[in-house]
């Protein structure tokens, strides 16, 4: 299975952020919630559905397993991966600069005019 490149889950998108350093299962759900401020607290069971999902897309590999603690680590697919999902996530933001700017409705209404 390859990955299609399509917008990632944000449980995907920030375990390929803590695989950037090579962690095992149990250690990846306390580096999520560290990394994302506390917003993301995933569970074992969730986490694990989304290690073997992005295993089989070839996004991270096991770098130790010593049959009782398995160490993944992102691939550099998983990197370019990530990468585009960063990319894509920065152009939603730069794309919702119009909220800072002002009601929609108004800018909508002046260009109409």
């Known amino acids: 299975m390859e990955y299609n490149s399509g917008p990632m889950t944000e449980a995907m998108y920030y375990v390929l952020l803590a695989l950037m350093n090579p962690n095992d299962r149990y250690s990846l759900m306390n580096v999520i919630t560290e990394i994302s401020h506390g917003?993301?607290?995933?569970?074992?069971?969730?986490?694990?559905?989304?290690?073997?999902r992005i295993q089989k897309s070839g996004l991270i590999t096991l770098s130790e397993d010593d049959g009782r603690r398995k160490?993944?680590?992102?691939?550099?697919?998983?990197?370019?991966?990530?990468?585009?999902?960063?990319?894509?996530?920065?152009?939603?933001?730069?794309?919702?600069?119009?909220?800072?700017?002002?009601?929609?409705?108004?800018?909508?209404k002046t260009e109409t005019k």
């Open 39 to 52: 917003r993301v607290n995933m569970g074992s069971g969730t986490l694990y559905g989304v290690l073997v």
């Open 71 to 108: 160490n993944y680590i992102i691939t550099n697919e998983g990197k370019e991966a990530l990468q585009s999902e960063y990319n894509r996530l920065v152009a939603l933001v730069n794309d919702g600069i119009i909220l800072k700017e002002g009601d929609l409705n108004e800018s909508t």
